[in-house]
């Protein structure tokens, strides 16, 4: 067949009309497959972790509650989870079909972009490569932003290099709207700012000098006319100046610390399993005083970068630490075990080398050997600006997922410029830029850190959470007793089982492991309070309320252990009411106050002082106990008795019902 007859049939494959719907379809049915094989797994009907938070933030905007503001995760992703709920429901399938669909449009656009700016073949390469990506299909199956993620930043460089080409203010509008919308999804994307507006400058200067000045104030108006409504709102509910979300100070502490990895999620002090309220009591224990959401993230970005400041050396390695973890092979789980939760697609696993281990060196070789083109330059700039707001944080493998789209891209290009330059018979010369295929290995497959995954214990530990808040037991205990004889989350295991045997009403069992889990980690305040729920269900209320101050000392702010110990004071100033010992009920009573007010202790610490004579403090616990239920009659009466003096309090101290008894 003559050159000519080849070149037209290279050129028909790639120019072939039906690329886009085999690729978006490969996609789509693949995210469907393993979605589907995902059903089998009880974490996929009990999301928890960040999928948790997501699913009932989209719960609470249908309710028209948007949760505390100012926002503490960027609200685009809970806005649209909550309108695909306002159409089917809380259906956790719809929620992860919603992701499949998001990647399905990523692949398209992958494709588009790549036609259009780098090569027909290209495009399609690229595009096949997203589609086939094992990671971004797992994280297809998981309530996390991930996927809109992907698709806001390939919307976004693909509006970057309109620029290229279409020069007027409405290409930069559109630029502009593209990313600052991407910035309300993720705001990282706020750190690729830059790569726009160089990109908006070299196009317009051209021109003209106040074109290039117009056209980078009208970038900067239109990328900010989606966050600033945001921030208007965050100010308005909460006083608080936040320009999208409150998560990023915690955040950059944990990734910034003393105890820092650069890729776990680790609170010093408090380990992975730390909670906000947590990062919350720690700041408002150092500044001596409460603190709003935005106060609290920005007194931990000083925080981190006053530790940074003190250790520059340390600030150094730990940078180029996690830019490396950026751009390593390595998938670092951070809600789920990556590689235990893939495996319910046994085909997924293998496709997981196609994300970064691929990427990376093919990614290399497609910038070098394109660097001189504007469409190479722009997608590299926007990987390395997305790769540092990473950086500057913690490392986690969904958090660098917005950077595959564009990997994909300069991959493709790397792949289709060394088949046509092979299929050409180069000399050596030509062939140099292959080098770079090596260097590329390198920096994915490196190791010197020892990265492996996490035991599976972790992930039977939170395969039996699941079960057991679907209330299958059976199923939570074997998957406890898997993670206790693999060594991991022991204690916590430990807790779980006592749980059960409490729920089937076996207290000697949970006593048992209860207890075993205290000598396993007596630090822990989930420990104590359990233990002091299994002392009063078994009478032994003394021994119950010494367990819940333990509790308690270790954890100030925990709710569960303070509701606890309110309501076995109360009961016992009850019982003292009902023994006529007027003196302790007082006692307890106010002990029940000082830790949680409510109307029915209000009111029997009022019975109390009745009976002792005290009619003006009785009276005063009167008032308190109306301002908690303005209608509770039994309070009402015995005012109105006081206040005419014609009656004692009531001589047999009953409470009326309250949260205290429950």
């Known amino acids: 067949m003559p050159n000519s007859a080849l070149d037209n049939a290279r050129a028909h494959w790639a120019d072939w ?38 699913d009932q933030a989209a719960q609470n905007i249908l309710m028209g509650n948007w949760g505390q503001f100012p926002f503490f995760r960027a609200p685009a992703y809970p806005a649209l989870l909550a309108a695909v709920y306002a159409v089917f429901g809380r259906d956790l399938m719809a929620a992860r079909v919603l992701n499949a669909a998001l990647q399905g449009a990523a692949v398209w656009a992958v494709w588009r972009v790549g036609r259009a700016y780098v090569a027909p073949a290209a495009g399609v390469i690229a595009a096949l490569l997203l589609a086939v990506n094992g990671t971004a299909i797992y994280f297809a199956g998981e309530i996390l932003s991930t996927s809109a993620e992907m698709l806001a930043a390939i919307l976004g460089l693909w509006a970057t290099l309109r620029l290229t080409r279409d020069h007027g203010l409405p290409a930069v509008m559109v630029c502009g709207l593209a990313w600052g919308v991407a910035a309300l999804v993720r705001p990282n994307f706020l750190f690729v700012f830059p790569v726009a507006l160089a990109a908006v400058y070299f196009s317009t200067r051209a021109i003209s000098g106040r074109r290039a000045l117009t056209a980078g104030a009208v970038w900067l108006a239109s990328a ?74 920005r007194f931990y970005y000083a925080k981190g970068w006053s530790f940074l400041s003190r250790h520059p050396g340390l600030a150094v390695r730990f940078m180029i630490r996690k830019t490396a973890l950026y751009f390593n092979r390595f998938e670092i789980s951070n809600n789920k075990h990556i590689g235990y939760f893939s495996a319910v697609s046994p085909w997924l696993p293998p496709l997981q080398v196609l994300n970064f281990g691929v990427l ?22 926007l990987i390395a600006l997305y790769a540092l707001s990473v950086a500057l944080f913690f490392v986690t493998s969904r958090f660098r997922m917005p950077s595959v789209p564009c990997f994909s891209l300069l991959a493709a290009g790397g792949l289709w410029w060394m088949v046509e330059t092979l299929r050409s018979r180069p000399s050596l010369h030509v062939l140099r830029p292959l080098l770079l295929l090596v260097g590329g290995a390198a920096i994915a497959y490196m190791n010197p850190w020892h990265l492996a995954e996490a035991p599976v214990g972790w992930a039977r530990y939170m395969e039996g959470n699941a079960y057991l808040k679907l209330n299958d037991l059976d199923s939570a205990r074997v998957c406890f007793e898997d993670a206790i004889r693999d060594s991991q989350a022991v204690a916590r295991s430990q807790i779980n089982l006592g749980v059960i045997a409490l729920r ?115 009276l005063s616990q009167l008032e308190r106990a109306l301002t908690y239920d303005p209608r509770l009659g039994a309070a009402l009466q015995l005012r109105e008795r006081l206040l005419r003096g014609t009656a004692t309090a009531p001589e047999g101290g009953a409470a009326p019902p309250a949260k205290h008894q429950e």
């Open 17 to 54: 009309r039906g690329w886009p719907y085999v690729l978006v379809g490969l996609a789509v049915l693949l995210r469907l497959a393993h979605i589907w094989n995902s059903r089998a797994n009880p974490t996929f009907w009990a999301p928890a972790v960040d999928p948790g938070w997501y």
């Open 224 to 297: 900010f006319a989606p966050i600033l409504p945001v921030t208007a709102v965050n100010y308005v509910e909460s006083g608080e100046l936040v320009l999208i979300a409150s998560q990023g100070g915690v955040n950059f502490w944990i990734g910034n610390n003393p105890e820092s990895t650069g890729i776990l999620s680790v609170l010093p002090g408090y380990g992975n399993t730390w909670t906000l309220e947590d990062a919350k009591a720690e700041a408002e224990r150092e500044l001596g005083r409460p603190a709003g959401p935005g106060e609290l993230s």
């Open 360 to 381: 990376v060196p093919l990614g290399l070789l497609g910038f070098w050997v394109a660097r001189r083109q504007a469409w190479a330059r722009i997608t590299a700039g």
């Open 504 to 618: 089937q009403g076996d207290t000697t069992g949970a006593l048992v492991w209860y207890e075993a889990a205290r000598s396993r980690d007596p630090f822990n305040p989930d420990v104590w309070n359990n233990l002091g729920a299994v002392y009063e269900w078994r009478g032994d209320t003394l021994r119950a309320i010494e367990a819940y101050h333990r509790a308690l000392a270790l954890q100030p702010w925990a709710p569960d252990p303070r509701h606890n110990l309110a309501g076995a004071y109360f009961r016992l100033g009850v019982r003292a009411l009902k023994q006529g010992q007027d003196s302790l009920a007082v006692q307890h009573l106010g002990a029940c106050l000082n830790l949680e007010p409510s109307a029915a202790a209000h009111y029997n610490l009022a019975v109390a002082y009745g009976r002792l004579g005290a009619t003006s403090q009785a």
